[in-house]
Structures are given as structure tokens and as C-alpha cells.
């Protein structure tokens, strides 16, 4: 196709990550300024400029199918960021587990990527402050000379957890501490910290969160849930109708007209994006939970066994329903309400009894003493799970976030602090990557086998946080002392020490 006189190209190579690159110069006709567009087909997680063309920065999680592929982003983007965090969403909308080969992959390009951090960054500390005044300011320079976000940046410096915000109104900033340290990728290609092995921040979710509590209104509640369709719970209970009593005879016939009669699973996201990579921890956790407990994933911690190996009954819980919420801890502030400290985030884990039942009413009340075993054993190994299964270290740092962010919007912290975030809050000039919307879940993806009896698990995740800023707040006395400590911290940089 002929080429626009306004527009040359040049392939390079990407000295970070050694990826062939097509560099776009393109002309402003309205500025009258040349922009660079970089357009590779070994990208994911994007941000995306202001500007007409879109600023393409180079992946940290995507699966590559061959590494000499020579097409454009544009023409393969769907692909590429449909692949991570331990699933994979199809053309349709479809989850489905990711493959042994993709995730082999994934791990493979993610160790050529990513950024090694520098020999400050690499130490483990117990704080480290961010300065969102001055990683805004950094961010808008970037975004303006069509530079590469830095990994530094996109991981927030290696911060693992958010233990306080700072309201600084004579620095017109607002200050991010907790404990931080050097950042590698593990052989899923989730990145992770050196020491703890557990999922970085990263600066996409925390702006997700941040402008979803900038809003005129804010969510109350972010839902996500896995369950049957009302169409497919009637089709169920009739067929629950018909078999009230299953056994070696009837099995088979069953187990056909089970999969007749259930069909999909549609995802609800309430409260977030369905297309934002946050909404994608979401669901990607629910799912593996739900596998997890079936059996149908190992959950890889020795205290951890699938639900299904619990169940001692020939008659057990047809449609157990996990839900994981966080359990905040009530968060303190220094006498002027500018300096907040957060405690421990514990992830709860609940059960009830059958969505449907041909024993119970629809919805009945109650829990299996399996299940309950089950979510006992989830709760309290928690910590070596989200090492293992690096989403649920995700899922609970988006739980951190949105905390943070309700937190910063209840107490009007942005204008306390006389701190204007020029482009971290602005949509129009660095919109998030949009992932293909995982719409619902195949059945036979979260269906197993226990006896005569087919077990369908349902549930999903819910974060609150509106509740535990409004009503679970106190003063501290002594946070006023570590504040002048915690503000003499900070360097010239986005980031300190």
C-alpha cells in the first residue's frame, strides 16, 4: 500500500528487550510537529498519550507466539492482551485457563523485558515514599517526549504494600509509603518481588482505583461473579426435578443433561471497567479460586487442598459459593487528619450453601462443613497462596488501592494537600489499555466430579471500602511525631530513600 508523504517508517531493535520494532515519524498537521509512534507486535500493557497516534509502551505481560512475527500491533492487539495473570479471554469473550505453552512463553519474554532495577531500588526497605507530585510531573515529561514509561515507574518503585498517606500542603504534595524492594518476573512471567516473592504495585491499578474515587460518583462496591444465568438456574431446577436421586444407574444420563441445561457462565463486573487490567485481577482470581477449590487446579501450597478433597459425604454441596472480600483493618490519623496510617489487610473467605439445590430451596442459607474447612484452610495460608498464585498478591494490592482511593476521596487529601495531578488523573491525556471483556466462563472449566455427584462451583469477589473510610477511622497521637520523620524522608526525586 502506497505510504502517506507525511509518514516514514524504519525498523530498529529495542535495546532493552531486543524486540523489532517499527518507529513511526508521522507529522502534526495541526501542531506541525513531528511525533513518534512506536507500534511493535510484542506489546500488552499500554498507556496510551494524548496524542492521535498512541504512545505504545513495551509490555511486562504478554505471551508471544513466535518472536519473528512481523505484524503490527494494531493488527494483533486483541491477541496479545488477551494472554495473563493465569488466563486467557478468547475472541468471544470466553475465559479459559492458560495453556502450560503460553505460560512458558510468557515467562520466557518476561525475563527478556523486563528492567532490571537500579542498585537503590534493588534493596529491600521497610519504607520507601512516593512523591505523586513529582511522579506526575515525571510522567507528563515522558508522555510529552514519546518516551517509554521506565519499569521503575510502572511498578511504583518496587512498593509491595501502601502503609501511609501524607497530606504535604506547603510541598502542594501527596506522599505514598510502605515497604518496597527489587522486582524480577517468576516463570509465569508475573512480577514480583526479589526477597517476598509477592506481586509489586502497579502504577496501572493504582490509577484505575484513583479515578474511579475521582468521579462525581463513586462506586460503593466492586463486584465481580461467576455464576449461572437465571435462564440456566430454571432449566437446573427442573432438572434437579427430575433427578432426586442419583446414583450408579442414572449418573451418565445426568451428567449429559447437566450439560445441556447449564451452558455458560456469565461474568458480572459491577463498579470498575470490564476492559481495565484491574476488573482482569478480578476475574482472574475468581476464577482460579473457583478451580482451585475444585480440584481442577493445584493450588501449589501443602495447606491448601481442593474442596472436593475435603467432602467425606455421598451426598455433598452440588453449587458451593466462595466469596473473597477484604477484611481492612481500622485506619488511624495523626491530630490534623493529614497523615493516615493503614493496618493489616486480612482476605476473607466465605462460603454459603447451594445456589440450587434439588434438596433445598433456591438460595437457601448455610455452609457445608467442607467448604467451611476449605476457606478456613484459604484464609490462614493466604500469604504462601499469593506467592504461588501471584494473582491473589494482585487481587489483594487492588484491594489496597481501592482503600487508598477511597480513602483520598473521603478526606478530600488531593485538595488538602493542594496537590493537581496533571495527567495521572486525566483520561484524555494517558488513557489506560483496554483488555478484551471477559463476558463468561465455559461450565466444564468450573465443573468436577465428586462420587455420583456433579460439583459446579459460584461466588466471586467483593470490595467495600466505602464503609471502612466512613466509619472505621481514629486518631493517634503518636502518628504526629512520625510524620516529621516520614516527611524528612523525602528526596528530589519521585521516589525515596
Known sequence: MRKSISEKRHQTVDRRSGLRIEKIHRKNTLAENQKNCYVTALCRDVLYSQHTQPMKYLSLTFFVVCLCMATTFAQHADEFRSIGNGIDVDADGRVLPITKEKSDALGKMMANVLESPSENLNRKVTRRTISLKKLDAQVRTIVEQYEVLPDSIRYLGGLTSIDYIIAVPDENDLLLVGPAEGWQTDAAGNVVGKQTGLPVLALEDFLAALRLWNQPTVPRTLVCSIEPAQESVARLTKLHQQFTDINAQNADAYATALEEAYGENPITILGVSATSRFARILVAADFQMKRIALGLEPSRVRNIPSYVGLISTSRPNISPRFWLVPEYATITHDSAKMTWQFGDLRIRVSSHTDY??????????????????WCRNMEENYDALAKSQPVFGELRNNMRFALVAALIRQENLL??????????LDESKLKLV????PKFVSYRSIITQSGFSTIVACGGIEINPQNTVQNHIRL?????TERERLIQAIGDGWWSP
Open 434 to 437: 483496554n483488555y478484551p471483556e
Open 476 to 480: 493517634d497521637n503518636r502518628i504526629d
Open 415 to 424: 485538595q488538602k494537600s493542594d496537590c493537581t495531578l496533571t495527567i495521572l
Open 356 to 373: 440450587f439445590s434439588p434438596q433445598r430451596n433456591l438460595r437457601a442459607t448455610g455452609a457445608d462443613r467442607a467448604a467451611l474447612t
